[in-house]
T-cell receptor
Framework: AQSVAQPEDQVNVAEGNPLTVKCTYSVSGNPYLFWYVQYPNRGLQFLLKYITGDNLVKGSYGFEAEFNKSQTSFHLKKPSALVSDSALYFCAAPNRDDKIIFGKGTRLHILP | DAGVIQSPRHEVTEMGQEVTLRCKPISGHDYLFWYRQTMMRGLELLIYFNNNVPIDDSGMPEDRFSAKMPNASFSTLKIQPSEPRDSAVYFC?????????????????FGEGSRLTVL
C-alpha cells in the first residue's frame, strides 16, 4: 500500500539548534511528497513539495526537506529552530487513487 | 483571495441532531476535499470533488454522512443524525490541479476547520 510514516510522535529541540522531523515513504513509481504544518486551532498549511529534480527542496519559513531514494525518506529540516516553529507537522503523499494521504503527524516543541 | 472559508468554526449539538458544515473553496480551484481530524485517527479523507462532481466517497464513515457541491463556490457536509463519536475537527481543502500529473502535484489549501462536539 502507498503510505507515509512519521516515526516520532514528538520532537523537542532547543531554540537555535538544527531540527529534523522524519518521514519515510512507501510508494510505487515516482514519489510525490509534501510537508504541511498545523498551528494550534488552525488548518494545515503547505510548506514544500518534492515532485522531481533536486533532492533538496526549499520551502516556506526557512524549512527544507531532503529526498533520499535509497532510504525512502523525506526528512524536514531547518538549520536554526525558532520558538514559533512549534507546531504539528505532517508528511503526505498521494496514494494509488491520487488521494493525498497524511502521516499521523509529529509534534515539534522548540524550547526557549 | 480570502482562502478557504468554513463555517461554523465551532458547533456544539446534541446526539440525534442534524449538523451541516459549510465550505467555500478558493475561486478557480477545481478540487474540493473534506477531511476529519481526531486524536485517535489523525487526518482522514472523507470525500473529494472534481469540478463539483463527487469522485470518491469511500472515506465517508456511514450513511449518516453526506456531502454536496451544488456549484463551484460552495460545498456542504451533513451528518444526520449526529452521534458523540462524530466529534472532531472537520476540514475543507481546495486545490488546483497542476502539471501533467494533475491533482497529485498540487498543494492543498485548507480552511480553518469546524470543531464539532456532539453531546
Amino acid at each position: 500500500a502507498q503510505s507515509v510514516a512519521q516515526p516520532e510522535d514528538q520532537v523537542n529541540v532547543a531554540e537555535g539548534n538544527p531540527l529534523t522531523v522524519k518521514c519515510t515513504y512507501s510508494v510505487s513509481g515516482n514519489p510525490y511528497l509534501f510537508w504541511y504544518v498545523q498551528y494550534p486551532n488552525r488548518g494545515l498549511q503547505f510548506l514544500l513539495k518534492y515532485i522531481t529534480g533536486d533532492n533538496l527542496v526549499k520551502g516556506s519559513y526557512g524549512f527544507e526537506a531532503e529526498f533520499n531514494k535509497s532510504q525512502t525518506s523525506f526528512h524536514l529540516k531547518k538549520p536554526s529552530a525558532l520558538v514559533s516553529d512549534s507546531a504539528l507537522y505532517f508528511c503526505a503523499a498521494p496514494n494509488r487513487d491520487d488521494k493525498i494521504i497524511f502521516g499521523k503527524g509529529t509534534r515539534l516543541h522548540i524550547l526557549p | 483571495d480570502a482562502g478557504v472559508i468554513q463555517s461554523p468554526r465551532h458547533e456544539v449539538t446534541e446526539m440525534g441532531q442534524e449538523v451541516t458544515l459549510r465550505c467555500k473553496p478558493i475561486s478557480g480551484h477545481d478540487y474540493l476535499f473534506w477531511y476529519r481530524q481526531t486524536m485517535m485517527r489523525g487526518l482522514e479523507l472523507l470525500i473529494y470533488f472534481n469540478n463539483n462532481v463527487p469522485i470518491d466517497d469511500s472515506g465517508m464513515p456511514e450513511d449518516r454522512f453526506s456531502a454536496k457541491m451544488p456549484n463551484a463556490s460552495f460545498s456542504t457536509l451533513k451528518i444526520q443524525p449526529s452521534e458523540p463519536r462524530d466529534s472532531a475537527v472537520y476540514f475543507c481543502a481546495s486545490s488546483l490541479a497542476s502539471g501533467l500529473a494533475g491533482l497529485v502535484t498540487g498543494e492543498l489549501f485548507f480552511g480553518e476547520g469546524s470543531r464539532l462536539t456532539v453531546l
